[in-house]
């Protein structure tokens, strides 16, 4: 059974930093793109960052590049988001996403990030 554990999330004043971090079970990131989305009060979900299976190419929305950075630790199973200089634009719940090559993608709980000072 597929299950994402997010945490990491809190509150956070601007400039400041968090991480976050996704811990899987039931598959394995060796062969699995993994991407963090997040969702704003009253928006959408937006896409914030993904990193490759075998984790050479990342890509990071134009709205964090520079202040975001996604990696993993294979050994580890788990995905993290490095945020740093948040901005209270950030303020959303993350979640972690698992982009299985051979089934429909699996999506964490959430955590919930909010900066404000």
């Known amino acids: 059974q597929v299950q994402l554990v997010e945490s990491g999330g809190g509150l956070v004043q601007p400039g400041g930093s968090l991480r976050l971090s996704c811990a899987a079970s039931?598959?394995?990131?060796?062969?699995?793109?993994m991407s963090w989305y997040r969702q704003a009060p009253g928006k959408g979900r937006e896409f914030v960052a993904t990193i490759t299976a075998d984790g050479d190419i990342t890509n990071i929305a134009n709205s964090v590049r520079g202040r975001f950075t996604i990696s993993k630790d294979t050994a580890k199973n788990t995905v993290f988001l490095q945020m740093d200089n948040l901005k209270p634009e950030d303020t959303a719940v993350y979640y972690c996403?698992?982009?299985?090559?051979?089934?429909?993608?699996?999506w964490g709980q959430g955590t919930q990030v909010t900066v404000s000072s």
């Open positions: 996403v698992a982009r299985h090559p051979d089934f429909p993608d699996s």
């Open positions: 039931g598959f394995t990131m060796t062969t699995t793109p």
